[in-house]
């Protein structure tokens, strides 16, 4: 399952949530937590399920729902959207602070028969700190990086360099790689500045992210775009895993591709570009 782009879609607008996975997003997540206003919950609720539940919607993307924080809000929304034959692919966490929240989740979708995996979004430095332990969690099936909610949590200047957040995105990655679950960088604001956007989803990518959240539906593709490899790199990374293949059968530990020596780390970023192109359909490697 690829999730490059991870679309946020407010869940008190059936509209926008009809539409949603008709924009190349490979997630889209309803939202039930900060896009919607304290007294419309339960009309989002209302209208997320009546959206899920339509057998006219049939969308060609993973289909996640942002819940409201465990112990705020939480246990209504799994009662309205994952009960009463309705249902996501995924659900999102906000505020995880530690494992106890994403187990205490899942506990509350089994008593409506429901398992989706989590996906624990770590916005506050509590769970940044925790973060290692919420990806370990059996529920976790990927971390979501927020570095706006952080900010304001540890009294942080967001800057457009974005130091101030630098070591707590590393660490989320690093967490995440860790437990073997997605990783999932933080939102870019400026929705108008899609090359801004594109050289900090690539930046992302090179920290070692899996995809990033967009807030609107003109950010989708610059960040598709930016995780799916270049063809360049995807034939470096083919030639690559041919001379291994090679190696392997004379017994081999270290060979030559065009020039350049070859050891086991740069066979393991070669085996990342090929994961990821076949995620993104742009090689046709079986």
Same mark, same amino acid.
């Given at each position: 399952? %690829? ?8 869940? &008190? ?14 997630? %889209? *997540? ?34 996640? %729902? ?61 769970? *940044? ?14 971390? *979501? ?34 437990? #073997? ?8 604001? &400026? ?62 530990? %270290? ?6 020596? *070859? ?17 993104? #359909? ?5």
């Amino acid at each position: 399952m %690829v999730r490059r782009s991870v679309l946020f879609s407010p869940g &008190d607008r059936p509209e926008m949530l009809r539409k949603a996975p008709g924009t190349g997003a490979d997630v %889209v *997540v309803f939202d039930l937590e900060d896009a919607v206003a304290p007294g419309r919950k339960d009309e989002a609720r209302e209208a997320v399920r009546a959206v899920l539940v339509d057998p006219a919607f049939d969308p060609d993307c993973e289909v996640c %729902v942002r819940v409201n924080p465990v112990g705020a809000g939480a246990g209504d929304d799994v009662e309205a959207v994952f009960a009463r034959d309705a249902g996501a692919d995924a659900v999102m966490l906000p505020k995880a602070a530690a494992a106890d929240d994403a187990t205490t989740l899942a506990r509350l979708l089994d008593e409506h028969d429901s398992d989706p995996p989590v996906l624990a979004l770590v916005e506050s430095a509590r769970g *940044v700190l925790n973060a290692a332990e919420i990806a370990a969690a059996n529920p976790t099936d990927a971390l *979501v990086f927020g570095a706006e909610d952080l900010s304001a949590d540890v009294g942080a200047t967001r800057t457009d360099e974005g130091t101030e957040v630098l070591y707590a995105r590393e660490h989320v990655v690093l967490a995440a790689s860790a437990a #073997g679950v997605d990783a999932i960088d933080t939102v870019y604001t &400026d929705i108008e500045d899609t090359e801004g956007l594109a050289e900090e989803t690539r930046f992302a990518a090179g920290l070692g992210f899996d995809g990033k959240m967009a807030i609107h539906p003109g950010q989708v593709a610059p960040i598709n775009d930016a995780f799916t490899p270049d063809p360049a790199d995807v034939e470096w990374a083919d030639r690559v895993l041919e001379a291994k293949r090679e190696a392997d059968a004379e017994d081999r530990g %270290v060979f030559r591709v065009n020039g350049e020596m *070859v050891d086991a780390p740069l066979v393991a970023q070669a085996e990342r570009v090929m994961e990821r192109a076949r995620a993104a #359909g742009s090689s046709d490697e079986s």
